[in-house]
C-alpha cells in the first residue's frame, strides 16, 4: 500500500494517507511522552512492540466480536486502518486503583474495584484532556445517547475480552484508555491497545510493565515493553 501525504502527527504516532480514501497508515514512533507532554523522550523500539502489539490485541478482539479499524500489518512499525472520523472523547477502564483516580480520591493504589470503572475525558491536548461526564458527551454534540451507549457497552466487552487473553499470559490489566470513531455509519475501535494506553502488571510480582516506569523515573523501560510484547505476541 503506497504512503501518501502525512495527515497528521501525534506524539506516538503519525497518520499518512493511501491511495484508498477509506484507509490510512498509522506509523508507531518511538517517542514518548508524559503529564500532558510536559516530559519528553524516546524509548527504544517503542514503535515496534507498540505496533505488533497492538495488532495481536486487535486481531483477537475482531474474533472475539469487538469490530475495529485494523486492516493488516504493512512493517514492524506500520499498520493498515479505517479511515475515521475520530470521536472526541477517550474512555478510560478501570479494574484496579491506579494512576489518576488514586491522586483525585486519595485512595491507595492496588485495590482491586470489585467491578470495573468507565470514565470518560475530553480529546483534547490544549486542554488537558479533562474529565468529563455523560451529559458533557451528550449535550455538545461529541456522540449521540445511542453512541454513548454503545461506546460504554464496547468498552466494557474490550476489558473482558483483553483480561481473559491477559490472564494466562501472568498480566493484570489495571487500567486502560480506548478511542472510537465512526465509519460507513458503524463505531469502530480505533487508536491503539499497548503499555503506552495500557496500565499492565506482573500477575507475580507486580511489576509495572507500562509507560508508567518511563512516566516516573523507574528504569528499565525499554525491557518492559520487551516483556509485554513477549508475553502477547509469543516472540523476542
Given at each position: 500500500m503506497e504512503k501518501r501525504e502525512l495527515l497528521y502527527e501525534g506524539k506516538?504516532?503519525?497518520?499518512?494517507?493511501?491511495?484508498?480514501?477509506d484507509l490510512v497508515i498509522q506509523y508507531f514512533k518511538d517517542d514518548a511522552t508524559a503529564f500532558n507532554a510536559q516530559k519528553r523522550g524516546t524509548i527504544v523500539n517503542k514503535g515496534r512492540y507498540n505496533n505488533a502489539i497492538s495488532a495481536s490485541l486487535f486481531r483477537y478482539l475482531e474474533e472475539h466480536g469487538v469490530p475495529t479499524h485494523f486492516v493488516r500489518t504493512l512493517s514492524e512499525r506500520e499498520m493498515l486502518v479505517r479511515r475515521l472520523?475520530?470521536?472526541p472523547v477517550e474512555v478510560v477502564v478501570r479494574n484496579v486503583i491506579a494512576g489518576s483516580l488514586a491522586k483525585r480520591l486519595g485512595l491507595s493504589e492496588g485495590r482491586e474495584l470489585p467491578r470495573p470503572i468507565l470514565e470518560h475525558y475530553y480529546k483534547n491536548d490544549a486542554l488537558g484532556d479533562p474529565l468529563i461526564n455523560p451529559w458533557?458527551?451528550?449535550?455538545?454534540?461529541?456522540?449521540?445517547?445511542?453512541?454513548?451507549e454503545e461506546i460504554n457497552r464496547r468498552?466494557?466487552?474490550?476489558?473482558d475480552s483483553l483480561r481473559t487473553f491477559l490472564q494466562p499470559r501472568g498480566l493484570i490489566l489495571v487500567d486502560f484508555k480506548l478511542e472510537f470513531g465512526r465509519f460507513q455509519g458503524r463505531l469502530l475501535l480505533a487508536d491503539e491497545i499497548s503499555p503506552d494506553t495500557c496500565r499492565f502488571w506482573d500477575a507475580a510480582s507486580g511489576e509495572k510493565l507500562d509507560k508508567d516506569r518511563?512516566?516516573?523515573?523507574?528504569?528499565?523501560?525499554?525491557?518492559?515493553?520487551?516483556?509485554?510484547?513477549?508475553?502477547i505476541c509469543g516472540v523476542a
Open positions: 506516538a504516532k503519525q497518520v499518512y494517507a493511501t491511495v484508498d480514501p472520523e475520530i470521536i458533557h458527551i451528550t449535550v455538545l454534540g461529541f456522540a449521540s445517547e445511542g453512541e454513548l468498552a466494557l466487552q474490550v476489558n518511563f512516566r516516573f523515573d523507574l528504569g528499565n523501560v525499554e525491557s518492559a515493553y520487551a516483556e509485554v510484547h513477549r508475553r
